[in-house]
């Protein structure tokens, strides 16, 4: 059975910094890409950041670029996305996904988390 279990959501003041988690099992994670999406209230789910199986490539939004990092630890079957420079309009809740095709910013992966909820006080 296939868990994606997303962790580190919480309330941060903009200008703060959060560090999500994914936490991966029942899969071999070291031979799937994982992503990171992000879903706001009214709005429709959109792309925040994707890595590569080995951890050598990663692609941001450009809403996040230059603020955000996304990386993983095999060996732990972990992804992470270490949140800095946060605003207001980054309040979303925060989904992993991850699938052995190279998907990128398109929200066709096979596997998803549950969610952690992020909310950044102004």
């Known amino acids: 059975q296939v868990q994606l279990v997303e962790s580190g959501g919480g309330l941060v003041q903009a200008g703060g910094s959060l560090r999500l988690s994914c936490a991966a099992s029942g899969l071999p994670f070291n031979r799937y890409y994982a992503a990171w999406f992000r879903q706001a209230p009214g709005k429709e789910r959109e792309f925040v950041a994707v890595i590569g199986s080995g951890g050598g490539s990663a692609t941001y939004a450009d809403s996040v670029k230059g603020r955000w990092t996304i990386s993983r630890d095999n060996a732990k079957n972990t992804a992470y996305l270490q949140m800095n420079s946060l605003k207001p309009e980054d309040t979303a809740v925060y989904y992993c996904?991850?699938?052995?095709?190279?998907?990128?910013?398109?929200?066709?992966?096979?596997?998803w988390g549950q969610g952690t909820q992020v909310t950044v006080s102004s």
């Open positions: 996904a991850a699938d052995p095709r190279p998907y990128g910013s398109r929200a066709l992966y096979n596997y």
